[in-house]
């Protein structure tokens, strides 16, 4: 069901980006926040919703999918054009 190398490069990456928001914000965030990993903790708790939705996703039908995939395009164009307006 899963590809072992694309699953193991994956989690590779999100360790390596957790150990690199630590090191890059543990002053700030004890500066701010009175705690040296708010924002590891804050990084580690999105990482956690994203692999329960990525769960989720992965059991979707690709036929399912492939009926949905015109508006999933324009959806993702019109959150494109709202990037462009400012403010």
Request: charged residues 15%.
């Amino acid at each position: 069901l899963y590809d072992k190398v694309l699953m193991t490069v994956s989690i590779s990456l999100l360790f390596l980006g957790l150990i690199m928001v630590t090191s890059a914000s543990i002053v700030v965030s004890e500066r701010e926040f009175n705690q040296p990993f708010y924002f590891l903790i804050r990084q580690m708790t999105f990482m956690f919703i994203g692999f329960l939705l990525s769960n989720w996703l992965i059991r979707i039908e690709m036929e399912h999918i492939r009926k949905c995939s015109s508006y999933f395009l324009f959806f993702s164009i019109f959150l494109l054009i709202l990037v462009l307006i400012p403010g």
